[in-house]
Structure formats: structure tokens, C-alpha cells
């Protein structure tokens, strides 16, 4: 087999077979194929399209390129829960800990932050003393001893995205439904858990801009999940707003414990229980409005708050935070910007919000910039809130003034303030079984 021509077949517009695409992810993850000839097929893939045996193939090659975590040895169902990305979006750190605090095994391997999207690995840094980093067996036998690991991502896990990725980052072929789908559901099968649920974001501050095509990806990523074994579900949400009202890593780390608190941003808390609920009802298969009413029992008991203060003891946190949140790390320079006439807030720009962030230190640009764990963004009015001139709309949050200066000329791009209220768009559109 060789893959030169492998590249024509698909340049031709004709389907691959899976030892084609299995061949090609493996030779490329070994390095016996040339970035070069790479980047010709990517583009061919892009260009044509990939059916949906070509996806799973494609899907289940990078899976098995490195480490598949074999969670059986793991007491119970495993679940696993996965965003696409957004601005101040903090659910895992929530719903893992109501799914845990319900019996649900949660071994989850999460990511840095990126760019104008968080990481929640960066939230969890923030709280002094944590351990983002795991051997497997302590990962395994903390899950199944307390229920629950939240974690960095193993070196090894689908290297074969990982390689395949740096190079779509360059060449143009990231914006593929294939492509975007099988990157992330690789990784999902690499982590071994039996129940999958994808939290796919639409909006500005989202990859997938519209409802339409986060709805394709998520009805891609729940086919190939299913073809794959796993039990997937998919809810499309919307990320025209950021999400909760605290962006930046120990500013989420105290809404995280607000709403664990049963208060807080309404929303968020919304958002966090339907996700706990669509993980209760596919781990347990039962009905949803049961599974529903159990994430809210997990939030108003305490049960929920509970298990992620015993989740921060194990991983060696100051489990103190919980208490006491103003114990986590805060920027010495703050401003506020303001109202500068009546009216609504007629729309933000979620991406610019999150650029924002990004300006005062509390993201990357780079994979290898400093995060400051105490910079970002509290906002005091959203899209459809009623303003008056001199309201505060948002605080930001830097080590230093240049940052804030240059954040804030960012932001003040990111808001408009008309006479008209919006309508109201929905959090949830639909959800994909």
C-alpha cells in the first residue's frame, strides 16, 4: 500500500476503505509519512467530503494510535462529558461532580485553554495545590474509590489528532464536520468511558457559528459514537452569550462553587442540570424528567458541593476554597466599564469577551504563554438587561494597567446599547439521541 495512492484515490473523489485510512493514520503517526504528502490527503478530505464509514474509520484509527483506557476495571458505569468549547464555560467542573455525587463514575480527561475558549484543566490549577496530573492507576483507582478524577490529558492518548491537527491548524483544513467530528470522538473512545455526552456550543463565541451546523456535527459525533459502542447523546447550546457571568480561571473556580451552592448565574445552573440529567438518564437508562429530578436533588442537598470538595482533598487542593473563595488568586488592577447612556444591551460578542480575557492573562495566544489564574472578567449585565448611564457593566481583572487598557478598547467592542430589548434567545435548542 502506498500513499501516494491513496492521496488520488480521494483527490479523485472516490471512497477510502478503513485499511486505507488505517494504514495512513498509523504510517503518519510512525512518521513514514511526509507532512507534505499528509496535508495533499487532509486537503482531498476536506475538499470531498468523507461518508460516514470513512468517519468511523477515520475515528477509530486515531483512537488506537496510542493509549485506549480500559476503564473496566473501574466499579460501576463510566460516563464522560465533553464541550466543544465557549466562553466561561465551567460545566464540568459542575455536572461531574452532581453525575459522581449520584453513583456515575466520572473519569474525565480534560484539555488547556487556547485562544478566546477556557481550559478547564487551567480552572482547576487555580485552586492552590491541585494535581492535574495522574499516573493511570492512581486515575483508575481514584475513580473508582470516590467516583470521580478530573485531569490533564495523558501524553499518549490519540496522538494521531494530535499530530493530525497541528497540521490542519496550518493548512487551512480545520473547518471540515468529518474532520472536527472524528478529532473529538477520538480522543472520547480513547478515554474508555461506556456513556457519552457532547455539550456542542453554537453562537459567536462558538466554532459552529449557527444552530444548523452544530446540529450536523453533534448528529455526526452521536452516529459515530453509537457505531463505536458507546451510548452518546448531543445538546446544541447557546454560546451567543458567555456563559455564566465569571470568565478567567479562579473567577470561575468561585462561580463553580456558587452555583454547587444551589445559587447563583440561573442559567448556568440550568445548563448544568440538563447535562447531569441527559448523563443520569443514559448511564441509567430512565426517563429523563426522573434523571432531571435527581440533578436538582444533587445541587439543593449539598450532595454535588460535597463531592467536589472531596474531589479537591484527593488531588491535593486547599479544600478551604469551598468556604472561603476569596482564598483563590485575584489581579492587582482592576477597572470598570460603564453605561455611557440608557437603554438595553442589545448584544455581545461572545469571542470578543473571551479576546478580552485572553489580553488580561487569564488565556493563551500561544500553547506556551503564562496564564495568570487571578486575571479576567465579571460581568454585571448581559445581552437584554435594562442599563442606565454610569451602570457597571463588567469588571476586568490584570497583573498590570497596559493589560487592562488594552483588554477594555476590546471590550468596549464586544457591547452594544440600543433602545429596543432583544428578544430572548433560547439556552438549549435541541438535544440529539
Do not use: W
Request: proline share 2%; glycine share 8%.
Amino acid at each position: 500500500m502506498r500513499i501516494y495512492d491513496i492521496i488520488e484515490k480521494k483527490r479523485d473523489g472516490k471512497k477510502l476503505s478503513f485499511e486505507e485510512i488505517s494504514f495512513f493514520v498509523t504510517e503518519y503517526t510512525a512518521e513514514r509519512i511526509a507532512d507534505y504528502q499528509a496535508s495533499a490527503l487532509l486537503m482531498a478530505m476536506f475538499i470531498n467530503g468523507m461518508d460516514m464509514e470513512e468517519t468511523v474509520a477515520l475515528t477509530e484509527s486515531m483512537a488506537k494510535s496510542g493509549d485506549m483506557l480500559d476503564l473496566s476495571v473501574i466499579n460501576g458505569i463510566t460516563a464522560d462529558k465533553h464541550s466543544t468549547g465557549g466562553v466561561g464555560d465551567k460545566t464540568s467542573l459542575i455536572v461531574a461532580p452532581i453525575c459522581a455525587s449520584l453513583g456515575i463514575k466520572m473519569a474525565k480527561m480534560s484539555g488547556r485553554g487556547l485562544g478566546h475558549t477556557g481550559g478547564t484543566v487551567d480552572k482547576l490549577e487555580s485552586i492552590p495545590g491541585y494535581r492535574v496530573s495522574l499516573s493511570t492507576k492512581e486515575f483508575f483507582e481514584q475513580v473508582d474509590k470516590i467516583g470521580i478524577a478530573l485531569i490533564g490529558q495523558t501524553g499518549n492518548l490519540a496522538p494521531a489528532d494530535k499530530k493530525l491537527y497541528a497540521l490542519r491548524d496550518v493548512t487551512a483544513t480545520v473547518d471540515n464536520k468529518s474532520l472536527i467530528a472524528s478529532s473529538i470522538m477520538s480522543k472520547k473512545l480513547a478515554a474508555g468511558a461506556k456513556n457519552i455526552v457532547l455539550d456542542v456550543k453554537c453562537g459567536s463565541g462558538a466554532f459552529m457559528k449557527n444552530e444548523s451546523d452544530a446540529a450536523g456535527l453533534a448528529e455526526l459525533m452521536v452516529k459515530i459514537g453509537k457505531d463505536c459502542g458507546r451510548n452518546t447523546a448531543a445538546i446544541i447550546t447557546n454560546m451567543d452569550i458567555p456563559l455564566g457571568t465569571h470568565i478567567g480561571n479562579a473567577l470561575e473556580i468561585k462561580e463553580v462553587i456558587d452555583i454547587l451552592k444551589n445559587r447563583g448565574d440561573e442559567r448556568l445552573r440550568e445548563l448544568c442540570i440538563t447535562l447531569s440529567a441527559e448523563i443520569i438518564r443514559l448511564s441509567h437508562q430512565i426517563d429523563y424528567n426522573k434523571a432531571y429530578d435527581m440533578a436538582v436533588n444533587a445541587l439543593s442537598s449539598g450532595m454535588a458541593l460535597n463531592k467536589f470538595k472531596e474531589l479537591i482533598e484527593v488531588q491535593g487542593g486547599d479544600a478551604y476554597v469551598i468556604d472561603d473563595p476569596s482564598v483563590l488568586p485575584v489581579s492587582k488592577c482592576k477597572c470598570c466599564v460603564l453605561a455611557d447612556k440608557n437603554g438595553y444591551i442589545t448584544d455581545m460578542n461572545s469571542q470578543l469577551i473571551g479576546e478580552s480575557a485572553v489580553l488580561l492573562g487569564a488565556g493563551r495566544e500561544k500553547k506556551d504563554d503564562v496564564i495568570d489564574y487571578g486575571a479576567g472578567i465579571i460581568l454585571h449585565k448581559k445581552t437584554a438587561d435594562r442599563v442606565e448611564n454610569g451602570d457597571m457593566i463588567a469588571e476586568l481583572f490584570a497583573e498590570n494597567n497596559a493589560q487592562i487598557e488594552n483588554a477594555v478598547k476590546l471590550f468596549n467592542k464586544s457591547y452594544k446599547i440600543g433602545d429596543t430589548k432583544p428578544p430572548e434567545k433560547p439556552l438549549i435548542y435541541r438535544t440529539i439521541r
